[in-house]
């Protein structure tokens, strides 16, 4: 693998974590084109470098442009960046696939598990595409994207089984405001990343229950000790788990109000139905989705995971809130391990 740099950049799509990654690479001095669906908001990046959809007071790069034409994002793109939902990204590639070039380098932002297969987004890439897994790397760690776009500072974590590989999307995505560590380790990264959506949502329905500061450590750490079981089970590295797109991104998503999954969890815990929790958080929220795949994950593995058991049992109206919330913090008492 070439060490050259990735200079040009395909994002497919601009919703906001897509716009906030785009406009860190544009920021980084690689030149960004954005794929979106919709002519008007391709418009507005074209012609007022700004995203109505999700951050209308921002202004973008002008190193930053947009196509409705996948075709045209792709030609020449040195790397595809993919932030589409995780239950969307196989119908999505399909369509993109043909027009991947060579050697265009992959980037996965997605934090989910596909239902039904099971499969982490890496995996479905490189089912979908045929492209080798050297050519895949993963992009996860505390990282809301408001912040990132108002320029606070944040880090994350590239895995790539390809050194190389990462450390040129490495360098895609550094700026002053954001610093990116490489990984191999995929496995632990994508997991971390997928898991803590439910562990969030967990937080956020103790939270809109009232349940307090101290039921949400406990469901934190918990949480973190049930991803790493299922993450080492897999073949991932433990200390993976500790590190940015572990830890960093549980804390990061289980205690700030920007983060969907907990704002959903919470729109829970006030009693509202999983639909109207829907209409009221208005964005994807991966673990909404990803919950089930991750509970049977679980299951086929032969993994205790019990915070996304109770999760994705409220989340399909098999337990009520209450029991949910006594299932939660009422375990019997075992050795902490």
């Known amino acids: 693998m070439s060490r050259h740099r ?3 950049a395909a994002v497919f799509s601009a919703g906001s974590w897509g716009t906030a990654v785009a406009k860190i690479m544009a920021d980084a001095g690689t030149r960004v084109i954005v794929h979106a669906r919709r002519d008007e908001i ?3 990046i074209n012609t007022r470098h ?3 959809d999700y951050f209308p007071d921002i202004g973008l790069p002008a190193n930053l442009t ?3 034409d996948p075709a045209a994002a792709l030609d020449g793109a040195d790397l595809l960046v993919l932030s589409i939902p995780a239950q969307s990204l196989r119908a999505g590639l399909a369509a993109w696939a043909p027009h991947i070039g060579p050697d265009t380098l992959i980037l996965s932002l997605m934090k989910g598990v596909e239902l039904g297969s099971g499969l982490r987004a890496s995996q479905v890439i490189t089912e979908v595409t045929g492209v080798s897994a050297e050519r895949v790397a993963v992009l996860s760690g505390p990282n809301l994207a408001r912040e990132i776009m108002a320029g606070r500072p944040a880090a994350a974590t590239i895995a790539c089984p390809d050194e190389d590989a990462a450390q040129r999307v490495q360098r895609a995505c550094h700026t002053p405001y954001f610093r990116s560590y490489t990984s191999t380790d995929v496995i632990g990264c994508e997991l971390g990343g997928a898991v803590k959506n439910v562990i969030a949502l967990a937080v956020g329905i103790a939270s809109g229950m009232g349940l307090g500061d101290n039921a949400a450590a406990m469901l934190i750490t918990r949480g973190l000790a ?3 079981r299922l993450a080492a089970a897999m073949g ?3 200390a993976t788990l500790a590190g940015l797109s572990g830890l960093g991104d549980l804390v990061a998503t289980c205690s700030s109000p920007l983060s969907r999954n907990r704002t959903f969890g919470s729109h829970l815990g006030h009693g509202l ?3 109207e929790a829907t ?5 994807t929220t991966e673990g909404v989705k990803s919950a089930q795949a991750i509970h049977a994950l679980a299951h086929t593995q032969g993994v205790e995971m019990p915070i996304t058991d109770v999760v994705s049992a409220l989340l399909h109206e098999k337990i009520t809130l209450d029991q949910a919330a006594d299932a939660l913090t009422r375990r019997p008492p075992q050795p902490e391990r």
């Open 6 to 8: 990735c200079a040009r």
């Open 42 to 44: 391709v418009d507005a």
């Open 50 to 52: 700004r995203n109505p």
């Open 66 to 68: 947009a196509t409705t």
């Open 226 to 228: 049930e991803t790493t």
């Open 236 to 238: 991932a590295h433990p």
């Open 273 to 275: 139905s999983v639909e």
């Open 279 to 283: 209409a009221a958080t208005r964005q």
